[in-house]
């Protein structure tokens, strides 16, 4: 068990499987730092591995919304509030996350698609250990997906945690999903 695992993720619906990674650095570490990418909102430029990472539909939630979301759903799921805190992990600016992350600091990360390995390269090149959790398995559940389904009025509730469904529709961010699909045309 290391003392300071990171996680880091978008986060952009925080869903069940987002929890059960969150979840599996957890029982490495001692003391976790859930890092939000992208945490200014939209990136400033498009990743080549993940082109629709820009785009304002896929985005809907400020870095606050994400913070409290993955909060009530880590105290939800029983971590303890003290064994964790979440911060800005600006991976598109890698050279800033050293200002963010304790440099002994072991990222654990999932690779599911080639923006995966671009993230295990940027963190390696920066110095940190990283522990790949596990690579390349089919996801079942994705933000895009929720993202659509939240846009389509279909149902979501059952890919979120309980804590996220709350947030999400009190605080009306579904709406919002809504209007930037109609936007983007993509629903």
């Given at each position: 068990?290391?003392?300071?695992?990171?996680?880091?993720?978008?986060?952009?619906?925080?869903?069940?499987?987002?929890l059960?990674?969150?979840?599996?650095?957890?029982?490495?570490?001692?003391?976790?730092?859930?890092?939000?990418?992208?945490?200014?909102?939209?990136?400033?430029?498009?990743?080549?591995?993940?082109?629709?990472?820009?785009?304002?539909?896929?985005?809907?939630?400020?870095?606050?919304?994400?913070?409290?979301?993955?909060?009530?759903?880590?105290?939800?799921?029983?971590?303890?509030?003290?064994?964790?805190?979440?911060?800005?992990?600006?991976?598109?600016?890698?050279?800033?996350?050293?200002?963010?992350?304790?440099?002994?600091?072991?990222?654990?990360?999932?690779?599911?698609?080639?923006?995966?390995?671009?993230k295990?390269?940027?963190?390696?090149?920066?110095?940190?250990?990283?522990?790949?959790?596990?690579?390349n398995?089919?996801?079942?559940?994705?933000?895009?997906?929720?993202?659509?389904?939240?846009?389509?009025?279909?149902?979501?509730?059952q890919?979120?945690?309980?804590?996220?469904?709350?947030?999400?529709?009190?605080h009306?961010?579904d709406?919002?999903?809504?209007?930037?699909?109609?936007?983007?045309?993509?629903?």
């Amino acid at each position: 068990m290391v003392e300071t695992g990171v996680v880091c993720g978008r986060f952009q619906i925080f869903h069940k499987e987002h929890l059960q990674y969150v979840l599996s650095a957890k029982e490495q570490c001692s003391y976790l730092l859930v890092g939000i990418t992208s945490p200014d909102g939209v990136p400033g430029h498009e990743e080549k591995a993940d082109r629709n990472r820009g785009k304002r539909a896929a985005n809907p939630c400020t870095y606050y919304e994400r913070m409290c979301i993955i909060r009530n759903a880590l105290l939800e799921a029983g971590v303890k509030r003290e064994e964790f805190d979440i911060i800005p992990y600006p991976i598109e600016r890698p050279k800033f996350i050293k200002s963010y992350v304790p440099e002994d600091a072991c990222h654990f990360i999932t690779i599911l698609d080639e923006w995966g390995y671009c993230k295990k390269d940027r963190i390696e090149e920066m110095g940190y250990p990283v522990v790949v959790l596990w690579e390349n398995i089919p996801k079942h559940i994705s933000s895009t997906m929720i993202r659509q389904a939240i846009g389509r009025n279909c149902q979501w509730r059952q890919y979120v945690p309980e804590a996220t469904y709350e947030y999400i529709t009190t605080h009306k961010i579904d709406e919002r999903i809504s209007g930037l699909l109609k936007e983007e045309d993509q629903i």
